[in-house]
């Protein structure tokens, strides 16, 4: 059963610095989404990430796929406001077949505070 | 591309009611999901369908909720006999065949249920 972890569930920055979440699975993968969640919102998709090594980069935002560590991250640059919400990465369990479920992580809520 | 929509945004039951829940995906979209989040949670796969047939159903799901699609375009989410622990957002998400895993999942804005 695939599992997957993010890190931290919590996140408190100042604006300005940098900081990296982390989203581990447990089975092999190589089809993995990071979406964005505001408070009494919808997701909103950011990143799709399908092989490994694959980078994505949108604005302060760098995602990247490591399928043989079975790992992703999200990087956030020089972090703003704006950026506060919750991310969730979710994981495609259907390997090497036609698009299936997504398992979602917890969720990293991300507060940025001036 | 007017999104994925859902109705009724909020709905409040008392425990043992039926409700049902609607979902209009974005119009060339063939596959369509339904998500139930939590507060603090992630969303979690109940069922999903392409075109109007079922593929897959999530082992957690009872008996006491069913999915339709019958004409492949809209889908219905009902449950029975409604309890406390139902209380979540149901989320519809819908993505393309065309586009294969490289679509995400585009999801609607969602239904709060609470069962008091």
């Known amino acids: ?114 | 591309d007017t999104g994925v929509s859902q109705d009724p945004r909020h709905k409040i039951t008392k425990r043992g009611q039926n409700v049902t829940f609607r979902c209009d995906p974005i119009s060339e979209h063939n596959r369509l999901y339904w998500y139930r989040q939590t507060l603090g949670q992630g969303p979690e796969f109940l069922t999903y369908f392409q075109n109007e047939a079922q593929l897959e159903k999530s082992r957690l799901l009872s008996d006491r909720f069913s999915a339709e699609r019958p004409k492949g375009s809209f889908s219905t989410l009902e449950i029975q006999r409604t309890e406390q622990g139902d209380s979540a957002m149901y989320l519809c998400a819908s993505s393309p065949l065309a586009g294969g895993y490289n679509s995400p999942l585009h999801f609607g804005n969602g239904t709060r249920l609470t069962v008091t």
Request: proline residues 3%; hydrophobic residues 35%; neutral net charge.
């Open chain 1, 1 to 114: 059963e695939l599992k997957v972890e993010q890190n931290p569930l919590f996140l408190s920055m100042q604006e300005g610095k940098n900081y990296t979440i982390y989203c581990n699975y447990s089975t092999t993968s190589d089809r993995l989404y990071w979406y964005r969640q505001d408070p009494g919102k919808s997701l909103e998709s950011l990143f799709v990430l399908l092989s490994n090594g694959a980078v994505k980069q949108e604005g302060r935002l760098m995602a990247s796929l490591d399928t043989k560590a079975r790992l992703s991250t999200l990087h956030i640059t020089a972090a703003v406001h704006d950026l506060s919400a919750t991310y969730f990465c979710a994981v495609d369990e259907n390997y090497g077949g036609s698009q299936g479920n997504l398992i979602f992580g917890k969720g990293t809520k991300l507060s940025v505070k001036p």
